[in-house]
């Protein structure tokens, strides 16, 4: 049985309301506060993820910056990564997808609802106005989640290249990053049938703006990507 088909089997009762209220706030997300869109959104992934049979193994929430703007960046596995994140942190998110996840169900939903932005990888310009919104938003004091291998691995826990440019965003603003190690999150929806899965989820301690500061993007990202390697190395 198809993983997902299954968490709607066993919430099927639930479903209608919760999906209602959730396009209910994303078709007016600028009347409701983002915190109250974010809750209910948490709601429906924290019963998803019970009802999945996914033991989520989450360490370092206490890394996660409980006031001003902060990135996160982390290795990207799969649609699971976001859910799970989201899931996960109880500070209101926003996040960087690319183009082609525009208009899929729920997934359109979240973006409605949390302002996130998609990007066009094929278009510089577009990309280019994306990063200078999300670095202004940030340094306002939002939260973004960025996959700087800019699509999924298709390696299971091994990473693709981290690109330096989704880095600018940190070295214009200033703020914090908090690395994220994403560990068998790919064999959530990838992997066919339903059985028990184990994934990580791991909050690494935040880079501050002093630590990066004369940094290159470029170097920034070979930073953020050997905290996250060795996170991995520690817990496969």
């Known amino acids: 049985m198809n993983r997902i088909l299954?968490?709607?089997?066993?919430?099927i009762f639930k479903?209608?309301?919760?999906w209602f209220k959730l396009c209910h706030y994303a078709k007016n997300a600028d009347k409701y506060p983002r915190e109250e869109s974010y809750a209910h959104i948490q709601k429906i992934l924290k019963i998803a993820v019970k009802s999945g049979n996914i033991d989520l193994v989450v360490?370092?929430?206490?890394?996660?910056?409980q006031e001003g703007g902060f990135l996160l960046y982390g290795n990207h596995q799969g649609m699971f990564d976001v859910l799970a994140l989201v899931a996960t942190c109880d500070v209101p998110l926003a996040a960087v997808f690319k183009?082609?996840?525009?208009?899929?169900?729920?997934?359109?939903?979240?973006?409605?609802?949390?302002?996130?932005?998609a990007m066009d990888r094929e278009d510089v310009r577009q990309s280019l106005t994306v990063i200078q919104n999300v670095?202004?938003?940030?340094?306002?004091?939002?939260?973004?989640?960025?996959?700087?291998?800019?699509?999924?691995?298709?390696?299971?826990?091994?990473?693709?290249?981290?690109?330096?440019?989704?880095?600018?965003?940190?070295?214009?603003s200033g703020v914090p990053i908090v690395p994220l190690a994403f560990i068998d999150c790919f064999k959530v929806l990838?992997?066919?049938?339903?059985?028990?899965?184990k994934v990580q989820i791991h909050?690494?301690?935040?880079?501050?703006?002093?630590?990066?500061?004369?940094?290159?993007?470029?170097?920034?990202?070979?930073?953020?990507?050997?905290?996250?390697?060795?996170?991995?190395d520690a817990n496969t």
Do not use: W
């Open 6 to 11: 299954l968490m709607v089997l066993r919430n």
């Open 15 to 18: 479903v209608p309301g919760l």
């Open 59 to 65: 360490t370092g929430q206490e890394n996660i910056p």
């Open 99 to 117: 183009k082609e996840l525009v208009g899929i169900p729920f997934i359109q939903q979240i973006i409605d609802c949390t302002g996130s932005y």
């Open 135 to 172: 670095t202004r938003e940030v340094s306002e004091g939002r939260h973004f989640l960025i996959f700087p291998e800019g699509t999924r691995s298709k390696n299971g826990n091994v990473m693709g290249e981290f690109h330096g440019g989704s880095f600018r965003c940190a070295t214009k």
């Open 190 to 197: 990838d992997e066919k049938g339903c059985k028990p899965v």
């Open 203 to 232: 909050y690494l301690k935040p880079i501050t703006a002093e630590e990066y500061a004369g940094m290159k993007p470029v170097e920034l990202a070979a930073l953020v990507k050997s905290r996250i390697q060795e996170a991995i």
